[in-house]
């Protein structure tokens, strides 16, 4: 067994535990486009949703036609965000902030998601 198959078994509840909460506080309707900036399938596919997902990345990870019906995989910068403001109903994150390196970043970050 190597780190990352020992760390998804312990990281996987707790995650699966986050994303419940997600969809019970903002409470999605099928019809509602929402923004995982930094996001991956991996957290979506441990709820059951309806929702189309974008994912917004500085990469676009490889086969990622085999998810296209739920999923939108856009190569992008979540601090300079090109889509026009309330286009998503919804704008996540889970762990991208600490990834920022500098509180200006961050900063930028938090602006963008905020439609500001």
């Known amino acids: 067994m190597n780190i990352h198959s020992l760390l998804s ?20 309707n099928p019809e509602d486009l929402i923004l995982d900036i930094g996001g991956t399938i991996y957290n979506w596919q441990l709820i059951k949703h309806q929702e189309s997902i974008t994912l ?19 190569k992008g910068d979540g601090t300079n965000l090109t889509y026009p403001d ?21 900063k930028k970050i938090a602006k963008e998601a905020r439609c500001e």
């Open 9 to 28: 078994k312990i990281i996987k509840p707790f995650r699966k535990k986050r994303m419940n909460k997600f969809i019970e506080v903002m409470q999605p």
């Open 56 to 74: 917004l990345n500085l990469n676009i990870p490889k086969n990622t036609n085999q998810f296209s019906d739920r999923y939108v995989f856009v």
């Open 86 to 106: 309330n286009k998503f109903k919804i704008v996540f994150s889970n762990s991208v902030i600490e990834h920022l390196h500098t509180y200006k970043n961050q």
